[in-house]
């Protein structure tokens, strides 16, 4: 391989990982404290303040607008001046050259058209810095806290699963499971180094680093993963509908159900989406109770994959069912063609529609959610219903379990240790010893772009695997070193040395990094917590600081001798 083409493949690589890592620099470094507040608040918590800064805004700006006209728009909303100008363009009206907050109000049809307008714009703003916080290397439990949930298994769902009171064995076994179950659907949400384990024997303690969102993480807590299939009763439906019409304030839970509500038949809520995702109860139906009350639950799920739907594009779930689910759907539809079907999950209608024909293949589509949702839910389905009911009993956002001084001393720690093998180098091997600190600053700038590509979470095991890494590097080079020198003394040229050098060093350092690189492997897939964020930065690092140390340097190397002509090496004293 030519130089020019190692030198083109470096750069490559380098300009590709600082586009990876400018979100976590600018993040860390450059975002203002209150954007960052804002892009770890739950849904809720954005809409509230989306909601009222609008309101403010809105408010101010009638005021401003009504106590002198030709006041111009304060700077903080400087913003509403571009929809402004977009809604006067489309009005074909003459754009004021310098806008009023009398000339931006009037570019709205009415207050309310401007409040959404102003709402819009925050909304999408702060889901613009959760998308951004979303790609950045997170902090672990230990470095920035997180979120601290605790969940106690209802006996009570136990028992009627199974049928009768259940043993401390039959318990044991269900919260064991679950931990498992649990365990493999925070690895699939992409939640890095949970921490899940008993606190006796029916309390689960799990601690999530790097995430303090509650939506977040009700995603993977939600219920038992059911999904159930009942015919809607259309004609109750239809006096439920004009009931809640007339009792716009009813719900089943406060006034109970209408008396022309049959027995067998259930009141339920229906909820679909708004603009923030969050659940919102459109109405409530009637459906079915004896159809399907359990025989198309998770169990019968073999699949479940998140598709787009070919006119729509809108997100939706695919997911197959096994014989006997597959059969009893297939018998569910064909007995009730012309009638709708609500699909029920965790007692809540999220869509229902008429069936058409019989479904025979046992393959199902369901829509209605938004990408993230459609996500979460196939996840659910995917990793199994949780054999017992969770009840969540605490849920707390926790500070970092070490001190701010904690990690400013380990910080420094490391600084120091980096600074010594930084001026170490050149001092013992001179010119040599500064392409080494080089090669050894880019290995760490590709170690520090891959983990934040991944969006992996970083603890203090997690820089212990960098700073080891970072040994390795220094190591590899120093054997490398060792060798061209062993050659330089033979007599042989600059280039004839560093050839040799570097040939006879590869395979040394390949089996030293091989080696280390397979039990990284075995720990990261065996290991949980902090021990798996430790082997998952100690592969990273090895495949960097090989790359780093065999192929840049080499080709720093041959850049000197050969591009430079350089006929005396600078790589240590004596020679």
């Given amino acids: 391989m030519s130089k020019r083409l190692r030198f083109l493949i470096v750069i490559a690589l380098i300009a590709v990982s600082g586009v990876f890592l400018y979100p976590t620099i600018n993040w860390y470094f450059f975002m203002p404290d209150e954007d960052i507040e804002l892009a770890a608040g739950s849904r809720y918590e954005l809409r509230e303040y989306a909601q009222s800064t609008a309101r403010e805004a809105l408010l101010e700006l009638s005021e401003l607008a009504q106590s002198d006209p030709d006041a111009p728009v304060p700077d903080e909303y400087a913003y509403i001046k571009d929809y402004a100008r977009e809604n006067y363009r489309l009005a074909d009206r003459e754009i004021p050259e310098q806008w009023t907050a009398r000339d931006v109000l009037l570019a709205f049809r009415n207050e309310r058209e401007a409040f959404q307008t102003i709402e819009r714009h925050h909304r999408q703003r702060i889901e613009r810095l959760k998308e951004m916080r979303s790609r950045i290397v997170q902090l672990g439990l230990d470095l920035s806290g997180g979120l601290s949930v605790t969940l106690e298994a209802d006996r009570d769902s136990l028992a009627e699963r199974l049928g009768q009171e259940p043993t401390q064995e ?251 093998v930084v001026l170490f180098m050149p001092a013992y091997y001179k010119g040599a010893g500064l392409i080494a600190d080089l090669v050894l600053i880019l290995n760490l700038f590709f170690i520090v772009s891959i983990l934040s590509v991944f969006n992996l979470t970083l603890t203090l095991t997690s820089i212990a695997g960098i700073i080891l890494t970072v040994g390795m590097a220094v190591d590899a080079n120093v054997i490398i070193f060792e060798r061209i020198k062993e050659e330089y003394r033979l007599g042989k040229s600059s280039q004839a040395a560093v050839t040799a050098g570097f040939d006879k060093a590869f395979w040394a350092i390949m089996d030293a990094n091989i080696t280390t690189f397979i039990a990284a492997i075995f720990l990261s897939q065996l290991g949980t917590g902090p021990v798996q964020g430790f082997a998952v930065t100690l592969a990273v690092g090895i495949v960097c600081s090989m790359f780093t140390a065999l192929f840049v340097s080499r080709l720093i190397f041959d850049f000197v001798a050969e591009g430079l002509g350089r006929r005396k090496l600078s790589i240590g004293w004596g020679l």
């Avoid at 012309?338 to 025979?360: F, L, N």
């Fill in 170 to 420: 039959q318990l044991t076994d269900a919260v064991d499971s679950a931990i498992r179950i649990l365990s493999s659907r925070i690895d699939q949400f992409g939640v890095t180094e949970p921490s899940i384990r008993k606190q006796d024997e029916t309390r689960i303690l799990v601690e999530i680093p790097g995430d303090d969102d509650p939506d977040r993480v009700n995603a993977f807590l939600r219920g038992r993963g059911s999904l159930n299939f009942h015919i809607v009763d259309d004609e109750v439906t239809e006096r439920l509908i004009e009931y809640q019409r007339e009792n716009p304030d009813w719900s089943p839970g406060e006034g109970g159900e209408p008396e022309f509500v049959p027995a067998g038949t259930k009141v339920v809520p229906y909820v679909t989406q708004d603009e923030y995702d969050i659940d919102r109860v459109v109405r409530y139906i009637a459906i079915k109770e004896d159809v399907s009350e359990d025989g198309l639950s998770g169990q019968h799920l073999t699949e479940a994959q998140v598709g787009r739907d070919q006119l729509t594009n809108r997100p939706v779930v695919n997911f197959m069912l096994d014989r006997g689910g597959a059969d009893a759907f297939a018998r569910l539809t064909r007995d009730n063609v012309g009638r709708s079907m609500a699909i029920v999950m965790d007692d809540e209608v999220r869509a229902y529609a008429t069936i058409q024909e019989e479904i025979p293949t046992g393959q199902v589509r369901i829509s209605g959610f938004s990408q993230e949702e459609a996500r979460d839910i196939a996840t659910v389905l995917r990793t199994a219903a949780l054999p017992v009911d969770l009840v969540v009993m605490n849920q707390q956002s926790i500070g970092a379990a070490l001190g701010a001084e904690t990690i400013r001393a380990g910080l420094y720690a490391i600084a120091v240790g980096m600074a010594l």
